[in-house]
């Protein structure tokens, strides 16, 4: 049990690359504490969803290690050396993509039951349940035999975060959920988060939208060059960031005049 002050995540000295010239983290220190939600933030190849990745347990590092919950769940000792990755403490992460990853060939409800049916041995009935309560919560509940072609962009974000939930996780990670989304469909996403965090659970999120990141985030993040530039209350890194290369950032981005 992880007591209040204590981190969930602990990720130290991360490093990842992509062959010998492409260096994307290059030595990522971050903490975050239970209930937190942290917003990351900064230029397209700044190593944003490569980090959601690797929590999520899909890319292998260089080196460095990721502790949740005060137990080890990422490490490598070196470029050389295997990427060590616990995947009973995977199982407590789940992670929302950009764009969907449904499985078009099975209706909304399946796409919801398959993961505890098969992961856990839970009962069809049991998760069909659950799955039902979790669409009518997130105001899809005539869509549950429907497949993901006859659903917007919004209702599949909506689906796979609620797939998502089916699990249980103990952290939510969202990758630019919003970003392949219509304008008008943008807020029935932001909501749904929006309603998650208002029952306090953790999650990471990247994204470009600025009105989402000041509204969900407890603590914003900046990387750029794959470090950590600047980490606050997001009044203060959005509206008042101490480094300069924060403030070039927001200018340029969120065309906000300090």
């Given amino acids: ?79 050389d050396a295997k990427t060590v990755i616990d995947t009973e403490v995977r199982r407590s992460i789940g992670m929302v993509f950009q764009h969907y990853t449904l499985f078009p060939h ?8 398959l993961a505890p049916c098969k992961v856990r041995g839970e009962k069809k009935a049991s ?45 939510m990670l969202f990758d630019e959920v919003t970003s392949a989304l219509d304008p008008e469909l943008v807020a029935e996403v932001e909501q749904v988060i929006l309603q998650l965090a208002n029952q306090n659970m953790p999650m990471m999120i990247v994204t470009h939208d600025m009105w989402f990141a000041r509204n969900i985030a407890s603590r914003v993040i900046f990387c750029a060059g794959g470090v950590v530039v600047e980490d606050g209350p997001p009044e203060q890194v959005l509206g008042a960031p101490r480094e300069e290369r924060t403030r070039e950032f927001i200018d340029r981005v969120f065309h906000i005049k300090q």
């Fill in 127 to 171: 998760a069909m349940r659950r799955a039902q309560a979790l669409l009518e919560r997130f105001g899809l509940g005539a869509k549950a035999n429907a497949f993901p072609a006859q659903l917007s962009g919004g209702q599949k974000q909506r689906v796979a975060i609620a797939r998502a939930l089916m699990l249980d996780p103990k952290l």
């Fill in 106 to 113: 099975l209706s909304v409800i399946q796409n919801l039951v």
């Fill in 1 to 79: 049990m992880t007591s209040a002050s204590a981190p969930l995540v602990a990720i130290r000295a991360l490093h990842k690359s992509y062959g010998p010239h492409i260096q994307v983290l290059k030595g990522l220190d971050i903490e975050m504490k239970p209930g937190e939600r942290v917003v990351v933030i900064g230029p397209s190849g700044g190593g944003k969803s490569t980090l959601l990745r690797v929590m999520m347990g899909l890319e292998k590092i260089d080196s460095g290690a990721v502790t949740f919950g005060g137990k080890p769940y990422i490490s490598s000792a070196g470029p």
